[in-house]
């Protein structure tokens, strides 16, 4: 199984940016799409980006598009989301996984929690 850790979230003022990093254990990281989850307080988890294997395609929800963005360094064994114009409504805790459309999630991590004042 591969572990994963999630770091850099924080508190900001809506219109900050923050850069989260998903630390990885295990090669196969390398050979999997990943993708950037986030689950707000009483909702359900949402995918809202995701990235191929080698990091040459990305898709976001429509809620992040223009505002996110994905990346990866498969020699660090880590995926990153870049936020920016940072709204109260993306407070929530984040998570990185496997991307869910294109196979079972590993474990999740304890995720990083994003909190965004007015």
């Known amino acids: 199984q591969v572990q994963l850790v999630e770091s850099g979230g924080g508190l900001v003022q809506a219109g900050g940016s923050l850069r989260l990093a998903c630390a990885a254990s295990?090669?196969?990281?390398?050979?999997?799409?990943m993708g950037w989850y986030r689950q707000a307080p009483g909702k359900q988890r949402e995918l809202v980006a995701t990235?191929?294997?080698?990091?040459?395609?990305?898709n976001y929800a429509d809620s992040v598009k223009g505002r996110f963005t994905i990346s990866r360094d498969n020699a660090k064994r880590t995926v990153y989301l870049q936020i920016n114009i940072l709204k109260p409504e993306d407070t929530a805790v984040y998570y990185c996984?496997?991307?869910?459309?294109?196979?079972?999630?590993?474990?999740w991590g304890q995720g990083t929690q994003v909190t965004v004042s007015s």
């Open positions: 996984n496997r991307d869910w459309n294109r196979g079972t999630p590993w474990y």
């Open positions: 295990g090669s196969i990281f390398s050979f999997n799409a």
């Open positions: 990235i191929t294997s080698g990091g040459g395609s990305t």
